[in-house]
């Protein structure tokens, strides 16, 4: 059986725009990833499930495929992720999700992805509600408040049977051919509907509920934003990275420190850039993250970083940052060098490093200072430098 899951990610969160959210709430960032990826992370473990289709605001759909790509290389998600862009209504999402499936996938889940925490098990126990015939098997829980029908005058008409009802979430899961026949029929009978479920119980399918989850709320109103904190403790524990990094002066690269040009006829001896500051700071980055050194990520020997610009490298360090949710807290940067004078350059390294590390910048400290004329920064054959960050890493994480 191939299951693929669409996750629902084209709404614009306009509840919560009303109560003041600029972002809207799929892209809200959670535990080191935009929220709608929450899901993502839970599904991925449920093995029948093979692919996902994400549907996102057509405006930010190249945006969103690049976010999405680099976030399942990061979590070496194997499997398909195919991006589409939404409509108008959920429906019309659906539907642009739907048409996005790959032949072979007999069975879909369609998860909003405002609803950050529904279980795997949840998804397995739907996949196998499916097994028995059903079109459609979606979670719901029993009612605990009595619910009453209401007039336009707000007068109560009718008071329901609450041991008959159930409140929905999803994912719901669907066969495919059917979800898909469904949505064409309620398209031309213009059926509007606030679950995919309802189009089966239109067209006449069977609809089997499964015990929905408590904790399987959707981010709706400024209350819920809440829960998103609740759900995840985060303990910080504190870490610090020592980087250390030299070059040889000679006939080689332009002079670089901080990622800044500096003016001077000194030229540096190096396979990359030869940016000593950045080459310190990438080591004392690592340090944090306990992954070894620059050496050992990119090699001198490896053609691909010939002439590399050293922000790039910082760069790709501040993926496994972003990967291990390590937030940085302090960057302390000291050159040792007799010549060329580096003062002058002080604030522009330290707000460039600072935009580089997207802290802000009187967390960024730079020095520089000389060796009294001894040893080999004495002798002006050479620049050092070192680099010291502290951080926070996530308790239920090793650093
Ligand atoms: N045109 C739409 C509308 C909604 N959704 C998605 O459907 C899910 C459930 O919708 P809802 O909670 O209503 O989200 P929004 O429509 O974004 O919120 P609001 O109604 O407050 O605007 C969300 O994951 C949302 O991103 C969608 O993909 N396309
Ligand atoms: C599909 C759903 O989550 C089931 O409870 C719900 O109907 C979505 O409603 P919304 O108004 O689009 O949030």
């Known amino acids: 059986m191939s299951v693929w899951t669409i996750i629902l990610a084209a709404g614009q969160g306009s509840r919560l725009a009303q109560a003041g959210l600029d972002t809207k709430k799929q892209f809200l960032h959670h535990e080191g990833a935009p ?19 994400f549907v996102f605001p057509p405006e930010e759909l190249d945006a969103c495929t690049k976010d999405v790509e680099s976030l399942s290389s990061t979590d070496d998600l194997s499997m398909p992720c195919l991006c589409v862009a939404g409509g108008a209504r959920r429906q019309d999402s659906v539907f642009s999700g739907l048409q996005a499936l790959p032949k072979a996938c007999s069975k879909v889940l369609v998860h909003d992805s405002a609803r950050p925490f529904a279980s795997a098990k949840l998804a397995q126990a739907l996949i196998s509600a499916l097994e028995h015939g059903a079109e459609a098997a979606i979670p719901g829980l029993p009612v605990t408040d009595t619910i009453k029908v209401i007039d336009q005058d707000d007068t109560v008409t009718q008071t329901l049977n609450r041991s008959e009802l159930r409140a929905v979430q999803t994912p719901q899961a669907f066969d495919t051919a059917a979800l898909i026949r469904a949505h064409l029929a309620c398209e031309k009978k213009q059926l509007s509907v606030t679950d995919d479920a309802s189009m089966i119980e239109a067209t006449g399918g069977t609809v089997r509920i499964v015990p929905g989850e408590a904790g399987n709320i ?32 000679g006939a080689g690269r332009p002079f670089r420190l901080g990622g800044i040009p500096v003016d001077t006829d000194i ?35 490896d053609a691909k970083f010939e002439g590399i610009e050293s922000s790039i490298l910082v760069n790709e360090v501040l993926q496994e940052v972003e990967k291990k949710a390590l937030t940085i807290t302090h960057v302390d940067l000291t050159v040792i060098a007799q010549r060329p004078k580096l003062a002058s350059y002080r604030e522009r390294i330290q707000k460039n490093v600072a935009n580089l590390l997207r802290i802000d910048k009187s967390h960024v400290n730079f020095k520089a200072t000389t060796e009294e004329k ?19 890493y996530p308790a239920n994480q090793q650093a």
């Open 218 to 249: 959707k981010i709706t109103t400024p209350e819920d934003l809440s829960m998103l904190n609740a759900q995840a403790p985060q303990t910080m524990l504190p870490c610090v990275g020592w980087g250390y990094d030299v070059h040889r002066y």
């Open 267 to 301: 030229e540096v001896i190096a396979h990359s850039d030869g940016d000593v500051l950045l080459h310190a700071l990438a080591d004392a980055l690592l340090g944090c993250l306990g992954l070894g050194d620059i050496g050992k990520h990119f090699p001198d020997t």
């Open 35 to 53: 929220l709608y990826w929450k899901s993502v992370r839970t599904l991925a473990s449920v093995p029948a499930i093979k692919g996902f289709v």
């Open 374 to 392: 001894l040893g080999f920064t004495g002798a002006k054959k050479g620049i050092k430098a070192v680099a010291c960050v502290s951080a926070m």
